[in-house]
């Protein structure tokens, strides 16, 4: 069974530019996650959807990220404009259950790494 | 709200040594999840293990084994005769319920574990 992806892997900007980050869950996974992973730190959840609507983001800042999640499959996250402290990895998740849990495990993917320069 | 600590920050021990990786929560909740994930040089974030609260079982996996003390708040992963490819950074997560009524984890800081030949 194929893992969650997310493309790309490596992104390099400058500050105040655009940046987007693409994730395709596990298949027929119907919670989808976006973290952010500041180095030296743990992931921190920025957002959670359900199909294709959004359970959680009180922890996204809303003034520069967006995401969305089409048809409840994939998902894209943005950043508009970039700031220094947005440089990390953003980690995608999904997991099997309508609900999202309790207690459902979290398949990741292998992670965005961005650095703004 | 819900907290992990992981107070080691790096482990370094020898090939074939045992270590074990501590976790300490804290949570308000009654019925609650605790998981293992191991992050390698990669990026991606493996599961190991997830945990209820009415499960004080221990666990053996191979040479990985998991000790869960309520009375302590513990939930502790020991590694039996590490090899290098254990080298990786360790979380350990617990979930909680979000604003939405779903669950998010909610990662400790993680433990870097160096294996040397």
């Known amino acids: 069974e194929a893992g969650v992806a997310q493309s790309p892997r490596y992104k390099i900007i400058e500050k105040r530019q655009s940046v987007a980050f693409w994730c395709n869950p596990i298949?027929?996974?119907?919670?989808l996650y976006w973290y952010q992973q500041i180095l030296g730190q743990g992931p921190k959840l920025l957002i959670q959807?359900?199909?294709?609507?959004?359970?959680?983001d009180s922890q996204l800042p809303k003034d520069r990220f967006s995401a969305e999640r089409l048809k409840g499959v994939d998902s894209t996250l943005k950043i508009q404009p970039a700031k220094l402290e947005d440089s990390a990895v953003y980690l995608c998740?999904?997991?099997?259950?309508?609900?999202?849990?309790?207690?459902?495990?979290?398949?990741f993917g292998p992670g965005t790494r961005l650095l703004v320069l | 709200a819900q907290k992990v600590t992981q107070a080691q920050t790096e482990i370094s021990v020898v090939e074939k040594e045992d270590v074990t990786l501590d976790c300490v929560y804290e949570?308000?909740?009654?019925?609650?999840?605790l998981f293992w994930y191991k992050q390698p040089p990669s990026g991606e974030l493996v599961f190991l293990i997830r945990?209820?609260?009415?499960?004080?079982q221990n666990e053996i996996s191979g040479r990985y084994s998991w000790n869960f003390q309520k009375s302590t708040s513990s939930f502790n992963f020991t590694i039996t005769a590490s090899q290098v490819v254990d080298s990786a950074v360790y979380f350990c997560?617990?979930?909680?319920?979000?604003?939405?009524?779903?669950?998010?984890?909610?990662f400790g800081k993680g433990t870097k574990l160096t294996v040397n030949p």
């Open positions: 959807f359900q199909n294709n609507g959004v359970v959680d």
């Open positions: 998740a999904s997991s099997l259950d309508l609900a999202g849990g309790p207690g459902e495990t979290q398949y």
């Open positions: 949570t308000r909740d009654t019925t609650y999840y």
């Open positions: 997560a617990l979930s909680e319920e979000t604003q939405g009524g779903s669950e998010k984890l909610v």
């Open positions: 945990r209820n609260s009415f499960d004080e």
């Open positions: 298949s027929g996974h119907a919670t």
